[in-house]
């Protein structure tokens, strides 16, 4: 069994490999994790660490981390690793933040206003704090509640008339062809980096 200073050494030769490289494939051993290997494959190797006797293959920061702060989200946002890249396929990414599936990137781009297909920097700097704080707000709204991106006292509202919780989970993932229920316009089913998304049209520019 090797000491700890052998598994570091030999995370250190794994990273030089790993770091910076997509997942081409990913396979969890647990059943209950299995769900989650879509969300990894094509995200990015950020650092290999070793554990005790254990490698961790470590992906951007975590948004669920509450000492993530919202600016560390922003200037990432603004960094030349990200900032050329489409909205869309950032937020797929493991390496810009971890933890982010294909219903929080499309919840958390329109509770920011932005369309997919925006690069971020092409963003305000005003905008790209907007979209930070909206990408912790989301996603920690979702794990708080099992899973509701949608305003709150709408989501409580829809309920109490009748709604499933299928209607009024999202604000626009799942929705194509209903109406948003912020301004009324019909929601867009689009493909982008392989996924699809949903849109709306006159609430994201
Ligand atoms: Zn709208």
Request: hydrophobic content about 45%.
């Amino acid at each position: 069994m090797p000491e700890g200073a052998e598994v570091r050494r030999q995370a250190d030769r794994l990273a030089r490999v790993l770091v910076g490289r997509p997942l081409a494939r990913v396979w969890f051993g647990l059943d209950r994790l299995a769900a989650h290997a879509g969300d990894l494959e094509a995200a990015g190797v950020h650092a290999v660490e070793a554990r005790g006797k254990a490698f961790l293959l470590r992906f951007g920061p975590d948004a669920l981390d509450p000492t993530l702060p919202a600016e560390a989200v922003a200037e990432r946002l603004a960094s030349r690793t990200f900032r050329g890249r489409s909205l869309a396929a950032l937020y797929l990414d493991q390496s810009f933040v971890a933890g982010i599936g294909n219903y929080l990137r499309t919840e958390i781009l329109f509770v920011a206003g932005l369309l997919p297909e925006r690069r971020a920097k092409d963003l305000s700097p005003e905008q790209r704090v907007a979209l930070a704080e909206a990408t912790l707000a989301v996603t920690r709204q979702s794990y708080a509640t099992a899973g509701i991106t949608n305003d709150l006292a709408r989501a409580s509202a829809l309920k109490a008339s009748g709604e499933p919780r299928g209607r009024y989970r999202h604000h626009v993932f799942a929705r194509g062809g209903r109406a948003c229920w912020a301004c009324g316009a019909v929601i867009e089913r689009v493909e982008l980096a392989g996924r699809r998304m949903y849109v709306c049209g006159s609430c994201q520019r």
